[in-house]
């Protein structure tokens, strides 16, 4: 099964001028804890409600600042076209619960969670396995992540990228301004 099958490919990319209160608010509307933030057409980074938490609420930064100032590391991506289980082992690996989808193009067009796995897969085991390896590991998402090189061969055998990404069409996902 491909990721494309399962992914989810509403998303809102929010600009890394948007302000943590912002990007706080549509998490908690749209019910989601995950937000790519891009910079027009390049995907610079994601937003978790845990960077929200830690690296705002628990520092004591103003919610006017802007979001881009929580996202740093590396985005890891998957492709639309890569197998659910190329992922799913990315995701353990990297012990993260959500990955930004990519196109051939480079373009975010989705996002895929454990949850999406569990959800629209085939193999239950695949999701609770993801979330053994996530467990595990002292991060618990992909926390606050911003584009940077050095992929390994082994990311890169497994899908992840280091391709500039932009929105999809306006109705499958949303880029605020």
Do not use: C, H
């Amino acid at each position: 099964m491909q990721v494309r099958e399962v992914m989810s490919s509403n998303f809102t990319l929010v600009p890394p001028q948007a302000t943590i209160q912002d990007a706080a608010r549509l998490m908690r509307d749209g019910d989601f804890g995950f937000l790519p933030v891009g910079d027009e057409d390049r995907l610079l980074g994601v937003l978790t409600d845990r960077d929200i938490v830690i690296g705002a609420v628990a520092e004591g930064r103003d919610v006017g600042s802007p979001v881009g100032e929580l996202i740093k590391g590396e985005v890891v991506t998957v492709r639309q076209d890569d197998d659910v289980d190329t992922a799913a082992q990315l995701m353990r690996d990297r012990q993260i619960r959500r990955l930004a989808v990519v196109g051939s193009d480079g373009r975010i067009v989705g996002v895929l969670s454990v949850g999406d796995i569990a959800r629209e897969g085939s193999d239950d085991q695949l999701a609770g396995t993801i979330e053994e390896g996530v467990a595990k590991g002292p991060g618990n998402s992909q926390s606050g992540s911003q584009a940077q090189s050095g992929l390994s061969e082994l990311d890169r055998a497994n899908g992840a990228t280091e391709t500039p990404a932009t929105a999809n069409t306006p109705e499958t996902s949303e880029v605020l301004p």
